[in-house]
């Protein structure tokens, strides 16, 4: 199985910053609980943009489909109701390793 890499940009409305950030740190406990998950790391854009960014690794995509029907992400989506600017962009990857294996994957 190839490990999958996801890259998920979310966009706060305005004034809501705070309530999705801790929707989002409240479930990050729970999705390093589930099984295959190997990266789930939140990082906020720098400069003037409220956008949020997870950088994910998963074991197989199987995990992947498995953390998406899963409880924290239902518990986060209920808190996150009306307080983003648009849908949560998703985009996934195949890993394609180079260099060393420390700095060349994710």
Do not use: N
Not at 32 to 38: A, L, N, V
Not at 68 to 82: H, N, R, S, T
Request: proline fraction near 9%.
């Amino acid at each position: 199985m190839s490990p999958v890499i996801v890259v998920a940009t979310v966009s706060p409305k305005p004034g809501e910053e705070e309530a999705v950030r801790e929707a989002f740190l409240a479930a990050i406990p729970k999705v390093h609980g589930e099984p295959g998950c190997g990266k789930y790391a939140l990082h906020e854009s720098t400069g003037d943009s409220t956008d949020l960014l997870f950088v994910e690794r998963w074991e197989s995509a199987e995990a992947l489909k498995t953390h998406g029907a899963g409880p924290a992400l239902a518990e986060a989506g209920a808190a996150l109701k009306g307080r983003l600017a648009r849908p949560i962009e998703v985009k996934t990857f195949t890993p394609i390793p180079a260099g060393t294996p420390e700095q060349g994957t994710i």
